[in-house]
């Protein structure tokens, strides 16, 4: 907050705004004080002021004539009203023209101080939501992934820098950090710009069907094919190929995905024709694909040619002050969506959500901003909009899971048990995307047993 602000104080009863002038010189502010309306105006001629703080009776007028002249000169002046018992009327007609406060006299020095403190704390969060909104605007010319931490500004300047290479890219990192982004952002930064994007979650598509949806068919190449149809990598030609969650290809695709790479031609299923493609490729994936590659799960040699050059994208923990440029950008951009009017997040939510671990990374919070943005409509979020379990995970994380016994004359195990699992089952699911298969092996336990425990739970991914 700035305590080095401006303040103006207009009064004509000498020892209350002494008083008050001393009060206010206490606590680091400079002080300029006047006793009518002239010498007021006079004041702020000569220099700019923070907050003015008027007495609605003067001897020469009125504190809502000042309020109006005021404000027209600097709509950004605090104004706050002193008023007298009989004035209330008046002090409702100065909130109607624009004053921030009013106070009834007579009245503590130190509340007139915390009403000034509050009125610029204000002042700074709505100039940092200005400036914030325009250093998004700055990340969204850029055409890429939003943050300023340094990882993502190396990430950012390596993309823009790889544009027009192309080589193949292996994107790795957590579920949910913006592969996809970045992807779009490195055929966006180059000369295949104007050529198309395709992207294909490899994870997402049975094995039977992912070599035709890559690939293509031919007409009668099997059972429903009725018609010959084009695969991704030919829609692909002079563009640039996404291929997500590449740790999860079969091997028998890996080995027809390798001749691509190698030759630039493959076959659609059912013929012996190849088909020559100008096509980047750009792969991702959360996987450890070395460690894939030691469990017999993945091909060294497609790997080598994937990894020519590789980019790790960090997890949303792990870029500090990101999450709420982050945060802030998806509320621009859901409140334009929604036709929603919330205007910030408050202090204790960005403390929250710089705390919280993020699971799953930036989707997370996507879908969270959007979930408050769809039910709130209007006002500043706060702590109250935050699903409980956020809080509660910041909380565990902040206490390190431990519990001081002493501080407890009896304790609900079982309901600390149940707290704790609902978390752990939670955040393992939230980092695989939901894909409970994935999520049971990481977790070292059956699928359907934990699928009887979502059910049993009620649990449901963040939305």
Avoid at 227 to 236: D, L, N, S, T
Avoid at 317 to 331: K, Q, T
Avoid at 384 to 406: C, F, H, K, W
Avoid at 436 to 445: V, Y
Wanted: aromatic letters at 6%; proline letters at 3%.
């Amino acid at each position: 907050m700035k305590q080095s602000a401006y303040i103006l104080l207009v009064d004509d009863e000498e020892e209350l705004r002494e008083t008050l002038q001393e009060s206010l010189e206490l606590a680091k502010f400079h002080v300029t004080s006047a006793h009518n309306s002239m010498r007021a105006k006079d004041a702020v001629e000569k220099g700019k002021f923070d907050v003015a703080v008027l007495d609605i009776r003067l001897p020469d007028g009125s504190g809502l004539d000042l309020l109006k002249s005021f404000k027209a000169s600097d709509p950004d002046m605090g104004i706050i009203l002193m008023t007298g018992y009989s004035e209330v009327s008046s002090a409702v007609e100065a909130m109607e023209l624009g004053a921030d406060d009013f106070l009834k006299k007579p009245f503590n020095p130190d509340e007139l101080l915390v009403r000034i403190k509050s009125l610029l704390q204000k002042r700074q969060l709505k100039q940092e939501h200005s400036e914030l909104k325009q250093t998004l605007k700055t990340e969204q010319n850029q055409r890429g992934l939003i943050g300023q931490s340094d990882r993502i500004q190396r990430i950012r300047e390596t993309a823009v820098m790889l544009g027009n290479s192309d080589s193949t890219v292996l994107i790795t990192g957590e579920s949910g950090t913006g592969k996809e982004v970045l992807a779009n952002m490195l055929h966006q930064s180059g000369d295949r710009m104007d050529k198309p994007f395709i992207s294909i979650n490899c994870g997402a598509i049975p094995e039977e069907l992912l070599e035709s949806e890559l690939f293509g068919h031919v007409k009668g190449a099997f059972t429903g094919a009725v018609r010959a149809r084009a695969g991704r990598f030919e829609v692909a030609h002079g563009g640039t190929i996404f291929l997500d969650e590449i740790g999860d290809m079969s091997p028998k695709l890996q080995v027809k995905l390798l001749r691509v790479l190698q030759e630039r031609c493959f076959e659609p299923v059912g013929s012996h024709q190849s088909i020559h493609v100008d096509v980047r490729v750009v792969a991702a994936t959360h996987r450890d694909l070395e460690e894939e590659i030691n469990e017999g799960r993945f091909r060294q040699d497609l790997y080598y040619r994937l990894n020519v050059i590789p980019l790790t994208l960090p997890s949303l923990s792990e870029r500090g002050d990101d999450v709420i440029l982050l945060a802030e950008h998806f509320l621009n951009h859901f409140n334009l969506l929604k036709k929603s009017q919330i205007y910030g997040i408050s202090e204790a939510v960005q403390e929250v959500m710089l705390r919280y671990r993020w699971p799953g990374n930036v989707r997370e919070l996507q879908n969270l901003i959007e979930r408050v943005t769809t039910l709130k409509r209007s006002g500043e979020i706060d702590i109250s909009d935050l699903p409980s379990r956020m809080l509660d995970a910041t909380e565990r994380a902040v206490q390190g899971y431990t519990i001081n016994v002493d501080e407890h004359n009896t304790i609900d195990f079982k309901g600390i048990v149940e707290e704790f699992e609902s978390h752990l089952l939670t955040s393992a699911l939230e980092r695989f995307g939901w894909n409970k298969n994935r999520a049971a092996k990481f977790l070292s336990m059956n699928r359907t047993t934990l699928v009887e425990k979502i059910k049993k739970k009620k649990l449901a991914p963040l939305a």
